[in-house]
């Protein structure tokens, strides 16, 4: 997987999501957000088995994946810091999104 993403439309994103995911499970899985990249949007899903929310956000996807490695809050922190720039490269590394 690897695509590259506005900063502002991926925080936007989370933001939306992030709101289900309880930080405090006994299932880690459920703390975390599940990124799939193809056609030219990133879908952003969270659940806590109750409740579920998913999401889109477009991107440039050059190569397709899925992901469920990474907590809202540190994938936030990823968009908010970082580069200057006004875009966001993520590519799966050893099945975790990477910055480059």
Do not use: H, W, Y
Not at 65 to 91: F, Y
Request: charged letters at 25%; glycine letters at 8%.
């Amino acid at each position: 997987m690897k695509f590259s993403v506005s900063k502002d439309k991926l925080l936007e994103g989370l933001s939306t999501v992030q709101n289900v995911v309880n930080t405090r499970t006994t299932l880690p899985i459920l703390s975390n957000v599940l990124l799939q990249a193809s056609d030219g949007e990133i879908r952003l899903t969270t659940t806590d088995l109750d409740v579920g929310i998913r999401g889109s956000v477009a991107a440039q996807v050059e190569r397709a994946g899925a992901t469920s490695d990474g907590q809202p809050e540190c994938l936030s922190r990823l968009a908010e810091t970082g580069n200057m720039q006004r875009k966001l490269a993520l590519r799966l590394l050893d099945s975790r999104a990477v910055a480059t």
